[in-house]
């Protein structure tokens, strides 16, 4: 079945340290890709996203490309700040079908230090 | 315009109650999905429907638990005779066109996190 594979956590960084959160998939469709954010006692926010091969999703500072050939897409930030800790979820959904749910991975959490 | 709203924030219920999880979606969005998160889990989908109707609840546990998205009013989820494993944030996410749409973007509330004593 479909399924989304993340790195595990805590990720421990420094402020203005470099982030990569890997991210690999399995689907056996042509899925959409997204990570979203959680924070501490709140939902689930839509970080990027991206909707075929190649495609690049970029906000706030961070990016994933679309990795088709890898099956991937990880998150990257170049410079991590206090207010970037909380978990990242990576999720999938495949287009055109009739499932209605995101499959997400377990999730990494992120601690930036000042 | 408003996200999507859930009620209550936090519900504590003893072993066979029922819990009764309420979710208004973003207005202008047809579409509902529910999820659960257990501790240090990521997201599990349980129901996804539209108005009046289930299109699809793979995730739902086969007893004890249902959902409903009525013409007026919230999307609620029910949970009869809760046990201590239900212990949950229970997630409601809407969205404004239907899944499987290429890149259908969810909306999700702030949760509803269940504790059953």
């Known amino acids: 079945g479909d399924s989304v594979t993340q790195m595990e956590g805590p990720v421990t960084l420094s402020e203005e340290a470099f982030l990569t959160i890997n991210c690999t998939y399995t689907?056996?469709?042509?899925?959409?890709l997204f990570w979203y954010v959680q924070y501490p006692g709140e939902g689930l926010q839509l970080l990027l996203k991206?909707?075929?091969?190649?495609d690049k999703g970029s906000n706030k500072g961070f990016e994933a490309t679309y990795r088709k050939e890898t099956t991937s897409f990880h998150l990257e930030k170049g410079s991590v700040q206090v207010s970037d800790s909380a978990v990242y979820f990576c999720a999938l959904s495949v287009d055109g079908g009739s499932q209605g749910n995101l499959i997400f991975g377990k999730g990494t959490k992120l601690s930036v230090k000042p | 315009n408003a996200g999507v709203m859930q009620n209550p924030r936090h519900l504590v219920r003893r072993r066979g109650q029922e819990a009764r999880l309420r979710c208004s979606p973003m207005k202008g969005h047809s579409h509902v999905y529910w999820y659960r998160q257990l501790p240090e889990e990521g997201l599990k989908f349980m129901v996804y429907?539209?108005?009046?109707?289930?299109?699809?609840e793979s995730g739902m546990p086969k007893e004890r638990f249902s959902a409903e998205f009525p013409k007026e009013g919230p999307s609620i989820l029910r949970i009869q005779q809760v046990v201590r494993g239900d212990s949950a944030a229970y997630f409601c996410?809407?969205?404004?066109?239907?899944?499987?749409?290429?890149?259908?973007?969810?909306?999700f509330g702030a949760g509803t996190r269940l504790s059953v004593l």
């Open positions: 996410a809407s969205s404004p066109v239907s899944a499987g749409s290429q890149g259908n973007i969810q909306y």
């Open positions: 991206a909707t075929k091969a190649d």
């Open positions: 429907l539209q108005k009046e109707n289930i299109i699809d």
């Open positions: 689907a056996t469709g042509y899925p959409s």
